[in-house]
């Protein structure tokens, strides 16, 4: 910056700056993943070789599954953002995705069976 | 596809109504975590405004969604998303209702116009839905038949059921009345519907 007092982006700009910087400014994930997509990390890597946001998503996934939109809110960044992260991470085989409840992952009779008993027996 | 694994099977429910009907405080009363928020910036292009060479014009919003969880089993979890707060952000409906079970339309007794966007949405859509009239600020002024008049719902077995987001029984009731709603609805063979 020519000027350091100009002040040209504001703080809350800041993460979603470096967020896009990150992802090489790709907005646009490779797999279709929907918010409630369960995502778990598999095998082992070295954390030096991947990068930092990486290395995070893995850490929040070892040995639990989690969707999409939980992977988001616990690191504070966009959905846009964890797909295109989760992608790449899905091509490195990094990550494995469960059922979607897409249109051939939709919940059975007895799913939702399940559901009503949970809710009467809370 | 690649990398898939088995995972837990999600039941996705959608929490809708107007602003202020009590839609994250339902969440909440279910959720077995706090509500969490997380963000979508969608990018939206431009049509028709005039003839920019092939230059698209593009004008990014970013939508907040609040969402809860409910561990039923360890291989099945009941996911609840609320609905952006402003109705123009349909194409977040969209991506919201790809798969849910369905949906609870919460209704502000004193202000229940604001809840005709969401009817109008998933009456057009086939999803199945129950209005909620939230007793939220005491007592209601209308009796439920008044209020299923007023709302013109287009099915007659579409329930109307009362509850109070801040009563997490009577969430849990409502709830219970759209899971058991979606599976009324659900075809015989299930497994010929892809």
């Known amino acids: 910056m020519e000027n350091p007092d100009e002040q040209w982006v504001d703080e809350s ?10 992802i090489g400014g790709r907005a646009r994930a490779r797999h279709t993943l929907s918010l409630d997509t369960q995502v778990r990390a598999v095998g ?47 091509e490195e085989r990094l990550v494995a995705i469960g059922a979607p409840s897409g249109r051939h992952g939709r919940p059975s009779r007895e799913d939702l069976q399940k559901v009503i008993n949970h809710l009467r027996a809370m | 596809m690649k990398g898939q694994g088995v995972g837990p099977q999600s039941v996705k429910v959608i929490v809708a109504g107007g602003f202020g009907t009590g839609k994250t405080t339902l969440v909440g ?6 509500p969490l928020t997380t963000e979508e910036v969608l990018t939206q292009v431009s049509e028709g405004v005039d003839d920019t060479g092939g230059i698209e014009s593009k004008t990014t919003t970013t939508v907040a969604l609040d969402f809860g969880r409910r561990t039923i089993a360890s ?7 609320g609905t952006p707060g402003q109705d123009r952000f349909w194409f977040m409906w969209d991506e919201l209702s790809r798969g849910a079970t369905g949906a609870m339309i919460l209704v502000d007794p004193r202000r229940l116009a604001t809840s005709f966007p969401a009817i109008d949405y998933f009456e057009a859509r086939g ?68």
């Open chain 1, 13 to 22: 700009a800041t993460p979603l700056f470096d967020n896009y910087s990150r």
């Open chain 2, 29 to 34: 009363a279910v959720s077995e975590i706090p």
């Open chain 1, 44 to 90: 082992s890597v070295d954390r030096a070789a991947v990068t930092v946001e990486h290395a995070q998503i893995l850490e929040l996934l070892a040995n639990r599954w989690l969707s999409v939109a939980e992977i988001a809110a616990h690191l504070h960044t966009t959905m846009n953002v964890i797909r295109v992260h989760l992608s790449d991470l899905l």
């Open chain 2, 127 to 194: 999803i199945p839905f129950v209005v909620a009239v939230n007793l939220f600020h005491g007592q209601r002024r209308n009796t439920l038949a008044e209020v299923r008049e007023a709302l013109q719902l287009e099915d007659s077995s579409v329930p109307l059921i009362e509850c109070d987001a801040r009563d997490a029984p009577s969430c849990r009731a409502a709830l219970i009345a759209l899971v058991e709603h979606a599976m009324a609805r659900m075809p015989a063979l299930p497994e010929a519907v892809g």
């Open chain 2, 75 to 81: 291989d099945l979890v009941l996911y609840l998303f």
